[in-house]
């Protein structure tokens, strides 16, 4: 009989180790597989053709891994993280790498997030701010829905003064249109605290992102 996966297994773990077939009879998802088949068909591939066959168990555990963010909590993730310390300074963690899928076409979107953040007596592990950024990538997303829902998670539950969050990406889903779209970024930023209220707070953050 042939396996099938419960879909989440993947969400499980926080980095996905492969996506490939663990068997020649393995089953991930018969549904998304089917689904992945059928447009494979409407584009007129031949999915029953060598390089093809494994693709639509690829596809259910490549799209379930990009999309696993909906079953990670921030929350937790923050919470379990948290320790009392008495820093009053601004902390910054630059160019955390993210990847995202666009909600208009499912497509890549990918580039930088710079988050800070103001201690109001308890700091969270660094790692942990990255992770943050990934539950909410690893969503169908647009990227200034994605920017506040990272600062407001952080604001939430870290307690912090304030929260400061840029992120610069580059959409497949234009670059790949035409011509002259390649270099292109968009930035968005979101900003919670003392850092919407406080100008040179602001500036100061935008300092360390650019430097
Ligand atoms: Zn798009």
Do not use: W
Not at 2 to 18: C, D, E, F, G, I
Not at 31 to 37: M, P, Q
Not at 56 to 82: C, H, N, Q
Request: hydrophobic share 40%; proline share 3%; charged share 25%.
């Amino acid at each position: 009989m042939a396996q099938q996966h419960k879909p989440s297994v993947l969400s499980q773990n926080h980095y996905a180790p492969s996506f490939e077939a663990e068997s020649d009879e393995e089953v991930y998802d018969a549904n998304k597989e089917g689904l992945v088949r059928g447009m494979l068909s409407e584009i007129g591939e031949d999915p029953e053709r060598e390089g093809l066959r494994r693709t639509p168990l690829r596809v259910a555990k490549a799209m379930d891994f990009l999309t696993s963010g909906y079953e990670l909590s921030a929350e937790e993730i923050i919470k379990g993280a948290v320790f009392k310390e008495d820093v009053k300074e601004m902390v910054v963690v630059r160019d955390i790498e993210f990847y995202s899928l666009c909600e208009h076409h499912m497509l890549p979107f990918f580039g930088h997030a710079h988050v800070g953040y103001l201690p109001n007596g308890q700091v969270v592990g660094l790692s942990k701010i990255a992770r943050v950024v990934d539950v909410f990538a690893r969503r169908l997303q647009v990227q200034e829905r994605l920017t506040s829902q990272v600062a407001d998670a952080l604001m939430a539950h870290l307690g912090a003064h304030g929260v400061a969050v840029v992120m610069e990406a580059s959409h497949t889903c234009m670059m790949m249109r035409g011509v002259q779209k390649q270099k292109s970024t968009t930035v968005s930023s979101a900003m919670r605290g003392t850092f919407k209220d406080d100008a040179r707070t602001r500036a100061e953050f935008m300092g360390f992102v650019r430097g």
